[in-house]
Each structure stands twice: as structure tokens, then as C-alpha cells.
């Protein structure tokens, strides 16, 4: 009955009705309630009438309001297709396409109005203003047409000297990043003219080139964009795609994912996000785009490199709901193409084999992760593993040696990735048999595969208790083998085994000491100069399940072969090497989530003869700070750089803490800047898993409290990195982060206008507020120091001139116990002051104030007393009325005792009571020395 109701009193009411409360909510500036109230008097009037074009007009107000200009401009054009030449419609379309910077179209708006309205003096300065840039305009354009002109005659032309072509493309690709430039290029054919010259072009700058300039086209433009469609197609840029230069890859890579952002409305940022309107309405071209890119991942003629990046392309934007293609990609048998490719072995070539990259396995389980993650309900998951399932029983229909293979090799990139999927299949009647009977045979490939399919799958602890069971004698039997590649997949199977227990030495399934063993075996295959780059990558696989053991952490970090070793793999970029890597460097740093402890629990635990979690000695944090400046030493960094350009949002999240446990130490936090560390966690502070945004955001604050934010967060950084330093101000963080956050920001707010501006912007001055009133002194410090940073600008002072009682608490600040705390307040306090007449008559809103100003003035620290001192000067010279008030108190007999002070580092003190005392003479509130009472009387 509740429901039905509600809806009746929605639908209730004419558009009248509807109109006359929107027009309410508008001027009460709640833009939303607006908003609703004229699209449901819009969708009740189903004539287009005058009144409708009003309710249009109205609701392209709210719009501009909102900034919504592309909204704005659509309502204007609904209203003057029913209502022509209507002065308001016209004139507030003019105000979208001005903001849209379509000038010439806003010109053209603005001139039609003061045709049919020559009395509006409203149009007359825009007019003007219009007409200065349209002129402007037009004579940039022309001088781009001529430098177009120009540069199409040296690029184009293959007999020209190749230097002059190789500026000449540059100079286009300089242009096409400009607005102006992408125009005319545009409308001069570029887009043909390169796909043309692409087909015989020999010189692979020029090349680039032309690729660089077609994805500048497209960035922000859907009509460029579905144009460059039209004239080249998906498939031109997947041939670009198809070769093995990384550099020509990547080109190929950055237009397609232009391409896709301009559909959806996204921009290359990571927290952009996908347009719902936007993506509605180009549907069919997003679709069509994820379909080309799904059926080129299978294809046997593209180059491994293009194949890895056709699959970073569906990973990096399948989990945006409003492109839906998660769902959508299942719907297509896309799971079974990706399980083809996750199926692939680059040993184990045969006829109809793809061509793959070191890297093609882990980025497939990555996707399929990724995917996975996006069946957000019950039905999507079971789709999902029954289309797994289904690749799984077509290929063992016929249960040939390589059909085993393939599907071995399959669970294992699914084991990678979406673990729960894995499971499942794996624990499917006659898997894990079929598994263990292939690592018995003589076979040295189905050997290798079963082994590696082991160690996937013992991850969760049922798993590994089973395969412990049946698999350590095979795994053993295995390491005998004469074959390195198989020994050092048993040996990781072994390692994995061994470390199962983690911390926990009541569930290890191996006698003390072989952990040291074998870690010394995974570090004989590491430093072996004539072992590949895959037995290395084993060997470090190996060692990320010891290190769990502090004993193998101290061993390998005295080891500067095998550490120099590890970072060298990790710089190849090879993303099968990445979480051996990672896990290793979090485990040395000592940077994985800890299981909270408590006294209580171990005693009680003991009681109960429970297995106790253990923590060594060498896992003190002396011990930790060590190991963390070797590493930095040893250009552990540099490492993470490379290592952080993986797809998988868990590997971030170890890389994060990797960097946080680095930035805890302040003399590292200078390396991770130099070595591009600050530059990669700013990405990873925006997206990513809770725990690796919160980890990354850490780290940017520390690095914030130490360095410069100039030199640690350059240019356009130092506004970007404020929103991740916000996220930290929150009751789900600690204590701790919440004051680095604070530090940070305190360091951020001195830097200039810009960016206490985006602070602003972002939210920032209530969140900083919250912890000006925080129990924890130390918080309350940061955050009042913060605020003193932030006051200086105006945006603030307007704040706190408001309604509301933020001038109060900072004056009740000033009589803080704690010094910084009252300093940073009073010198919050003076800035106001110095500024805002309101903020000195706020100063006497607490019943305190006077009490407040005592203990400035009278504060045995100068720089406390030097700012009470200027709180009262402002507030003195503000206005009579405040000055009248203070006189009135004994603030005077203090002012006259500070102006004759000759004490040495009171010179500014003395100088400021001077003039407030010269100030109150001039509001004829006291008298000049040596006036008499006789010349008041004529």
C-alpha cells in the first residue's frame, strides 16, 4: 500500500503544478529537485507546445547550473524546435556553446538574439566578447591552415628529404593535440591521406607518427571519431596492432583505447568513467569494438605482443558497468576464446598454435579475473563457470595427450585468476587424478604441466592438505629429474608446500631447516648464469613462499647475487615473473596485512594446546629497516616501476605495500621520487582494491610530509595527488594515516592558490575541520596547521565569514594547552582577520574571547604573542564598532605595556601594539599623548 501511495502522489499534479515547484526548488538552489519536477512536467505534456518549450528553457537552466553544458545546449535546441527565435532558449544556448568553446556557434546565438531582441542589453557584452574571439579565431585558423598546408606538403611526399618529413609529421602531431589544429587537419583529409601513406611508408618515425596523430584526432571528438571509423575501420588499427615493436604496439594500443573513450565519454585518467547517455547511444560502435578485439585474441596470425595488448584492452575497460561488457562478453563465447589463449604453451608448438609472450598466460588469468569480478550476481557467476566447464568437457571428449595438456594449462591461468573458478573445476570428478597421473609419467611436458597445475591449485588450505597427501612424493620423485625445467617447477611445488603454514608452525608439513634448503636451491637456479630467463623466474616463484620464513628473508637479503638477480628479472617486464617478484619484496618488507594478535587469545590458545601464530626476531623492525635500504640500494624501485604496468589490481595492492613499507623510512622516501615512484602510485592511490588505494595513499603522504610537493608531485600531480591524501581523512583509516594525510596536506595547502583551490574543490575543509576537534592532540595539531595553510585563501575566508560557528572554534583553539596547536590557531586567526571585517566581529562570539586574547597577549612564547598582538591590531583597525568593544576591556592597558617593551625578538610585537594603539586614536577612542581635555571645548 506504502508503494502504490507514493506513486500516486508522484504522478499527482499538472505540468503547472510541476513547473511551479521546480521553479521553488530552483530558487531555493536545490538543482536536483529542479531537475525532476520539469522533466516530469516535460514528460506530461505530450503536445509540443509553448509551455513545453518553457518547461525545456527551464530545465537547461539547471543544467548550466550543474555545468552540464552538452544537457543544456540539447534542452535549448528541444525548446527552439517548437518556440523559433525564443531570446531566452537562444540566449542560454549561447552560454552552453560558449562553455563548450563552440564560439562560432555561440556567436551566431548571441547575434540572432539581438536580431530579434535589440533592446536585451544582457546580449551586448557577450556579443562583444563573442566577437573578439571569433575574430581571434578565424585568424588562428587561418595561420593553421597555412602551417597544415605547409606541413602536408613535406610529411606527405616521400621523394622530400627525410628529415624535413619526420619534422613535418611531428609539427601535424604537435597540431592535431591542439583544438584548432585537429580541425583543419580534419576537414583537410588528413585521415585518408595517412591511411594512405601508411600502406608504403618505410620510415618508422613517420609511421608512428601518422598512428600518433589518427588517436589525437579522435580524443574528445565522437564525430571525428565515428568518422575515422567509417574511413579505416577496427581492422586497420589491428593490423597496426600486429606487429612485434613494442613501441608500434603501444601506438596502436593508446588509438583504440581513444577511440573507446570518446564513444563512452571517458577520459585518460584513472578514475574517469564511462558515460551512461554517451554509451547508450554509441552501443552498436563499443559493441562492435569489443567483438573485434575478442575475436583477434584467437587469431594465429597476430604477433604474441599484439595479442597481449588486445587482452590489456578488455581487461582495463571490462569492468565499467555502463560499457557492460562482462556480461556481454560471455554472452558471445568470448570465456572460450580467452581459455584458448590461457590454454597456450610457447614450448609446445603444433599447427594450429598462436604465437605467444612470456607474458600471455598471467595477462589472460588476469582478464579472466577481471571478468570474473564483474559477475556481480549468483546467475552471472554460474554462466560464467558453466562456459568454463563447457570449454573443459569439449576438450576432453577426445582424451588425446594434447587436448590434457591444454586443459592442464588452462586450470593453472584460471588457478592465477579467478581462484574460486579454479577451484571449482579443479575439484570436478577425475581432475585432480588426471592431474596427479600426468606428473607421474616419463613424459617431460606433461610432467612440467601437471607440476605447475600443483603448485596453482595448493593455495587454500583444504587444497594443499589433499595434494600434501598425494602430491609431496610425486613432487619429490620429480625433483630427482635430470631435466632443469621439471626440477625447478618440484622444487617451487615444494617451496609452496613447505611455506604452507606461513607463520604458523604447528601446520608446516616439512622438518626445521628444509625451508633454508631449499631456498637455497630456488637461489642455485636464480644466480646460474646459464640458466634461462623462465628457470629464474621458477627459482624466484620458489623463494616468494620461503620468505615467509625470517631466517631465508636474512639469508637472501646478505645475498646481493641473488637480489641483484631478482630486481634484473623483474625490470624485463615479464608479466609471468611479476607476483614471484612482488611477493618475495613483501614478504622481505615485511609488508603483508598482519594478523592482529592479543595477549589474551595466545594465553588462551596455549590453554587449549591451539597452534599459535609465531613471530621471529629477525622480523623486528631493526631487522626490516635493514633489509628495506638494501633493497633500495639495489634499485628496488626502479623494479616496482616496471612491475606496477600489470593489469591485476592484487599485484598493486603488494606493490603499494611494497612502496609504503619503503616510504616508512624517510630517508628512502627520496629514492622512491628520483627513481619515478611517486608518478606510479598516484594511479594506484585513484584504482585498485580498497586495501592497495589505501596503501598507495599512505605512501604519497609520507612522501608529501618530507619533500617539497613541487619536487615530489610536479605540474598537474600536485592537484592530483589531493584527492587519494582525502580518502586516508576517514574512520576507516588509522590514527596514523589520518595524521600523515594531514602533514601532507598541511604542505600541499602552502603551495599556491591552484591548489588549495582543488582542495576545496575535493571537499577538504570539513574533512580537515573534523580533526580541528579530535581528542588526539596530535591530530588536532596537524589538522589546525593544515587550516592555516588553507585560510589564506579566499574561497576560505568566505567559509568561515558564513553563517556557521568556524571563527568561534578557532578562537577557542588559541587557548589550547598544547603550543603548535595554539600557535597554528592564532595564526589562522591573524590571516582572518587581517582580511575579513565579519571575521573580526566573529572573534566575540565565544563568552571567552576576552580570556582568549589575555593569554596571547600575555604568552611567554613571542611568536604566540607576536600573533595575538596582530589579532587585536586587525581587529582594532577593522571598524569602530570592534574597536569600541575592545577599549572597553582592559586590552588597552596590555597594548600600552607591549608598545613600550624593549626586550630582544620583540621588536614586531612593540610594533603592532604601537598601531593598535594608533588606531584606536584615529576612531577618536582615545586621546593622543598630550591633548587636553580644553581643546574638545570652543
Request: proline residues 3%; charged residues 30%; glycine residues 4%.
Amino acid at each position: 500500500m506504502t508503494n502504490s501511495t507514493a506513486t500516486d502522489c508522484e504522478s499527482a499534479g499538472d505540468p503547472q503544478t510541476w513547473k511551479e515547484k521546480g521553479n521553488v526548488a530552483f530558487k531555493n538552489g536545490d538543482w536536483d529537485e529542479a531537475y525532476r519536477c520539469y522533466t516530469k512536467a516535460i514528460k506530461q505534456t505530450k503536445d509540443d507546445t509553448s509551455e513545453k518549450a518553457v518547461y525545456y528553457k527551464n530545465r537547461a537552466a539547471v543544467h548550466l547550473k550543474k555545468n552540464e553544458y552538452n544537457e543544456a545546449h540539447s534542452d535549448c535546441t528541444s525548446a527552439l524546435d517548437i518556440v523559433p527565435n525564443d531570446p531566452k532558449a537562444l540566449f542560454r544556448r549561447c552560454q552552453a556553446l560558449e562553455a563548450l568553446e563552440k564560439y562560432e556557434e555561440a556567436y551566431r546565438d548571441a547575434r540572432q538574439i539581438h536580431t530579434v531582441d535589440p533592446g536585451n542589453k544582457a546580449i551586448q557584452p557577450i556579443l562583444e566578447r563573442l566577437h573578439a574571439v571569433v575574430q581571434d579565431r578565424l585568424v588562428q585558423n587561418a595561420q593553421t591552415s597555412n602551417k597544415v598546408a605547409q606541413m602536408f606538403k613535406y610529411a606527405f611526399d616521400i621523394e622530400v628529404d627525410k628529415e624535413k618529413r619526420e619534422t613535418a609529421m611531428n609539427n601535424l602531431l604537435v597540431l592535431a593535440r591542439e583544438k584548432a589544429g585537429a580541425e583543419v587537419m580534419y576537414k583537410e583529409g588528413v585521415v585518408q591521406k595517412i591511411s594512405s601513406l601508411l600502406k608504403i611508408e618505410k620510415n618508422k618515425d613517420i609511421f608512428l607518427g601518422g598512428v600518433r596523430i589518427i588517436g589525437e584526432l579522435c580524443k574528445n571528438s565522437v564525430e571525428r571519431t565515428k568518422d575515422v571509423l567509417q574511413v579505416v575501420g577496427v581492422p586497420w588499427f589491428l593490423d597496426i596492432l600486429n606487429c612485434k615493436d613494442e613501441a608500434q604496439v603501444n601506438a596502436a594500443q593508446y588509438c583504440m583505447q581513444t577511440i573507446l573513450n570518446s564513444l563512452s565519454g571517458m577520459e585518460n585518467k584513472p578514475d574517469s568513467k564511462p558515460q551512461p547517455e554517451l554509451c547508450k547511444e554509441n552501443k552498436m560502435e563499443i559493441d562492435t569494438l569489443l567483438t573485434c578485439l575478442l575475436y583477434a585474441t584467437t587469431s594465429r596470425t597476430i604477433t604474441g605482443l599484439a595479442r597481449d595488448s588486445l587482452m590489456e584492452l578488455i581487461t582495463r575497460n571490462v569492468h565499467y558497468s555502463a560499457l557492460d561488457w562482462a556480461e556481454r562478453l560471455v554472452e558471445i563465447r568470448g570465456l572460450h576464446r580467452l581459455m584458448e589463449v590461457a590454454s597456450e604453451l610457447e614450448e609446445y608448438k603444433y599447427e594450429s598454435a598462436m604465437e605467444i609472450t612470456p607474458s600471455t598466460r598471467t595477462i589472460a588469468s588476469v582478464c579472466l579475473s577481471r571478468i570474473y569480478e564483474n559477475m556481480y550476481y549468483d546467475e552471472a557467476r554460474q554462466r560464467f563457470i558453466s562456459s568454463v566447464d563447457e570449454y573443459v568437457k569439449d576438450k576432453l571428449i577426445t582424451p588425446d595427450i594434447e587436448s590434457k595438456v591444454r586443459v592442464v594449462v588452462a586450470l593453472t591461468t584460471l588457478l592465477l585468476g579467478p581462484l574460486d573458478v579454479g577451484n571449482t573445476i579443479v575439484s570436478r570428478e577425475g581432475i585432480m587424478e588426471m592431474i596427479l597421473v600426468m606428473a607421474g609419467t616419463e613424459d617431460v611436458l606433461q610432467q612440467k604441466v601437471a607440476c605447475e597445475c600443483i603448485i596453482a591449485a595448493a593455495s587454500k588450505k583444504d587444497k594443499v592438505r589433499s595434494i600434501i597427501t598425494q602430491g609431496v612424493d610425486i613432487l619429490k620423485r620429480l625433483y630427482q629429474s635430470k631435466n632443469d625445467s621439471i626440477r625447478v617447477r618440484a622444487l617451487v611445488g615444494l617451496c609452496k608446500l613447505g611455506s604452507s603454514g606461513g607463520t604458523d608452525a604447528s601446520i608446516r608439513p616439512f622438518a626445521d631447516g628444509s625451508t633454508t634448503k631449499l631456498a637455497e636451491a630456488c637461489r642455485r637456479f636464480l644466480i646460474n648464469p646459464a640458466k634461462d630467463r623462465d628457470m629464474r623466474r621458477w627459482a624466484v616463484e620458489g623463494l616468494s613462499y620461503l620468505t615467509l620464513d625470517a631466517d631465508v628473508k636474512e639469508k637472501l637479503i646478505e645475498d646481493r647475487d641473488a637480489l641483484r638477480a631478482m630486481i634484473e628479472l623483474a625490470k624485463t617486464g615479464d608479466q609471468s615473473a611479476v607476483y614471484g617478484c612482488v611477493t618475495t619484496l613483501v614478504n622481505l618488507a615485511n609488508a603483508y596485512e598482519k594478523q592482529e594478535v592479543i595477549p589474551e587469545m595466545i594465553e588462551l590458545a596455549k590453554f587449549s594446546k591451539h597452534h599459535i601464530p609465531e613471530e621471529h626476531e629477525l622480523d623486528d623492525p631493526d631487522f626490516v629497516a635493514k633489509r628495506l635500504e638494501v633493497l633500495a640500494k639495489e634499485g628496488v624501485t626502479s623494479a616496482l616501476v616496471v612491475l606496477s604496468k600489470t593489469e591485476s589490481q592484487n599485484t598493486k595492492e603488494l606493490i603499494s605495500r611494497v612502496f609504503n613499507a619503503m616510504c616508512c623510512q624517510k630517508e628512502l622516501r627520496g629514492i622512491v621520487v628520483q627513481q619515478g615512484g611517486a608518478k606510479v602510485l598516484l594511479p594506484m592511490a585513484l584504482e585498485g582494491t580498497e586495501k592497495g588505494k589505501k596503501q598507495a595513499a599512505q605512501a604519497l603522504a609520507r612522501i608529501g610530509i618530507t619533500i617539497n610537493p613541487e619536487v615530489a608531485f610536479p605540474g598537474q600531480r600536485c592537484a592530483e595527488v589531493i584527492r587519494p591524501l582525502l580518502s586516508l581523512l576517514s574512520l576507516d583509516c588509522s590514527a596514523l594515516e589520518n595524521f600523515e594525510s594531514l602533514l601532507a596536506l598541511c604542505n600541499l595547502a602552502g603551495v599556491n592558490e591552484t591548489v588549495r583551490k582543488r582542495i576545496i574543490k575535493e571537499g577538504g575543509v570539513p574533512k580537515i575541520e573534523n580533526y580541528m576537534y579530535e581528542e588526539h592532540e596530535m591530530l588536532r595539531r596537524a589538522a589546525t596547521q593544515a587550516m592555516t595553510n588553507l585560510i589564506v585563501s579566499p574561497d576560505v575566508v568566505k567559509i568561515y565569514e558564513g553563517s556557521n560557528d568556524r571563527t568561534k572554534l578557532l578562537v577557542l583553539l588559541c587557548s589550547e594547552e598544547d603550543e603548535e596547536t595554539s600557535m597554528a590557531a592564532a595564526g589562522a586567526l591573524a590571516m582572518l582577520t587581517s582580511v575579513s571585517k565579519k571575521a573580526c566581529k566573529k572573534v566575540f562570539e565565544p563568552e571567552s574571547w576576552l580570556e582568549v586574547l589575555h593569554q596571547l597577549l600575555a604568552n611567554p612564547k613571542t611568536d604566540i604573542q607576536h600573533r595575538g598582538v596582530v589579532i587585536v591590531h586587525n581587529m582594532m583597525r577593522s571598524c569602530k564598532e570592534v574597536a569600541e568593544k575592545l577599549i572597553a576591556t582592559d586590552i588597552m592597558e596590555l597594548l600600552m605595556a607591549l608598545s613600550t617593551i624593549h626586550e630582544e625578538g620583540k621588536e614586531k610585537v612593540r610594533e603592532y601594539a604601537g598601531e593598535a594603539l594608533k588606531a584606536a586614536e584615529e576612531w577618536k577612542l582615545i586621546k593622543k599623548p598630550g591633548e587636553d581635555d580644553e581643546d574638545d571645548v570652543e
